[in-house]
């Protein structure tokens, strides 16, 4: 079936404005993801969603960040009043539990956010 | 937080040679993960190996992993130009079970 998938690919915002990033898991992954990864860096983990379970916001970097899953699938992340430093690429993984144990996180293409 | 640490940062070879790449992590994990990354963007995943494996191997990739070091390593053997990305290791903290936690990557570079 199809991979994970994001939209947009890219987008282009002016400080101050909110923006909304869409992932589309893997059909029955249970397990959603969001990371950061900023120019030349690692991936930054920012939230997770497992089931119906709450989301562990653990890693969202203030308060300006949240992020929904409807119906156990589809998941956006909304960052509010944008700051330049929130430019980065926002990369959204699914994975599924079985055996007790989580399998291998698939990734989607990312979105890259500019914000000037 | 990044807990897994790259080794190298860059490593630049000739096609044909192998490649090894070395991760080092620092608490207890229950799998590490390598993924590839071609230009910044998505992030395919290559293998994964649990803590009570030592090694396994996928085509001409090679993973081991030695938890009593806290350590893996990734070898590419006969490697392509088509090899040439960068190259995550990723921990399964064995407190969370779910978050990885990603290094800074190596960047290979493969030349004809």
């Known amino acids: 079936g199809a991979g994970v998938s994001q939209s947009p690919s890219n987008k282009v915002t002016e400080k101050g404005k909110d923006v909304e990033l869409r992932c589309d898991p893997i059909?029955?992954?249970?397990?959603l993801y969001w990371y950061r990864q900023s120019l030349g860096q690692g991936l930054e983990f920012l939230i997770y969603?497992?089931?119906?379970?709450?989301?562990?916001k653990s890693g969202l970097p203030s308060d300006r960040f949240s992020a929904e899953r409807t119906g156990g699938s589809v998941s956006t992340l909304t960052i509010q009043r944008t700051q330049q430093e929130d430019s980065a690429v926002y990369l959204c993984?699914?994975?599924?539990?079985?055996?007790?144990?989580?399998?291998?996180?698939?990734f989607g293409p990312g979105t890259r956010l500019t914000v000037l | 937080s990044q807990q897994g640490e790259e080794d190298p940062q860059a490593l630049s070879i000739q096609e044909g040679e192998n490649a090894t790449m070395n991760c080092s992590y620092k608490?207890?994990?229950?799998?590490l993960q390598w993924y590839r990354q071609n230009s910044g963007r998505g992030l395919v995943h290559l293998i994964l190996?649990?803590?009570?494996?030592r090694e396994k191997h996928s085509g001409r990739l090679r993973v081991t992993l030695d938890t009593s070091k806290k350590s893996s390593s990734l070898l590419i053997t006969a490697s392509r130009a088509a090899d040439t990305a960068s190259y995550f290791c990723?921990?399964?903290?064995?407190?969370?079970?779910?978050?990885?936690?990603f290094g800074k990557g190596t960047s290979l570079l493969v030349t004809p």
């Open positions: 993984a699914s994975s599924s539990f079985s055996g007790g144990a989580y399998n291998e996180q698939f």
């Open positions: 059909s029955g992954h249970t397990a």
């Open positions: 969603f497992q089931g119906n379970s709450a989301p562990d």
């Open positions: 608490t207890s994990i229950n799998n």
């Open positions: 190996i649990r803590s009570n494996e």
């Open positions: 990723a921990t399964d903290p064995a407190n969370s079970g779910y978050a990885l936690n």
